[in-house]
């Protein structure tokens, strides 16, 4: 079974500019989450998305959106980069919709925004 | 906002030895989960205790959940090379809708040979 695919792996943007990021589920996931990891932040919760649907959504602005589309794929955008959006981005999936539940992580996106 | 910290930040064993980190959280929770991270890639999931349960073991890992002290901890015994990694554990709130999981800070673990 393959596990979550993450593309691009590495991507390098300017300031001002927008950024397309792509998360594949496992098969049979409808549960997506995107989470941002920093240095100076840690890892901190995006937005979570099940069944097409956003579940739930972290503290961070605007510039921030994601979707997710019928067959569970899910992508997240940022518009406007800021130097400050430089990080690992990492999306996971889970099985089942309840909080008992363990999430299952791809390698991450690593973008740098010049 | 991260949901609690870990302790210590950075630990450095020999092989053999065990490892043991402590996490500590803020808010009435479902369940805690652990993680561990490989050098800036992604996260794998080691073992998920909830609530209601104190102690839980899977291999060479045990955990152990305090909710009156709002505390964790990942003891991980007879460390290897192998266990070279940054472990996180992570929080999903009590009545939340989903999967949301609060990361701690993390603790970084150097197993030397």
């Known amino acids: 079974k393959a596990g979550v695919t993450q593309t691009p792996r590495y991507l390098i943007k300017t300031r001002g500019q927008q950024v397309t990021l792509s998360c594949s589920p496992i098969s049979g996931h409808r549960s997506v989450s995107w989470y941002q990891q920093t240095p100076g932040q840690g890892l901190q919760f995006l937005f979570e998305?099940?069944?097409?649907?956003?579940?739930n959504k972290g503290n961070f602005p605007g510039r921030f959106s994601g979707r997710q589309f019928s067959n569970s794929r899910s992508e997240m955008n940022v518009s406007t980069l800021e130097l400050g959006d430089s990080a690992l981005y990492l999306c996971?999936?889970?099985?089942?919709?309840?909080?008992?539940?363990?999430?299952?992580f791809g390698q991450g996106t690593r973008l740098t925004v010049v | 906002s991260q949901q609690g910290e870990e302790d210590p930040q950075a630990l450095s064993i020999q092989e053999g030895e065990n490892a043991t980190m402590n996490c500590s959280y803020k808010t009435s929770i479902n369940n805690l989960q652990w993680y561990r991270q490989n050098s800036g890639r992604g996260l794998v999931h080691l073992i998920l205790?909830?609530?209601?349960?104190r102690e839980k073991h899977s291999g060479r890992l045990r955990v152990t959940l305090d909710t009156s002290k709002k505390s964790s901890s990942l003891l991980i015994t007879a460390s290897r090379a192998a266990d070279t990694a940054s472990y996180f554990c992570?929080?999903?709130?009590?009545?939340?809708?989903?999967?949301?999981?609060?990361f701690g800070g993390g603790t970084r673990v150097l197993v030397k040979p």
């Open positions: 998305y099940f069944s097409e649907t956003q579940r």
């Open positions: 205790i909830r609530s209601n349960e």
């Open positions: 996971a999936s889970s099985h089942r919709q309840g909080p008992n539940t363990e999430a299952f």
């Open positions: 992570a929080t999903v709130e009590d009545k939340a809708a989903g999967n949301k999981l609060t």
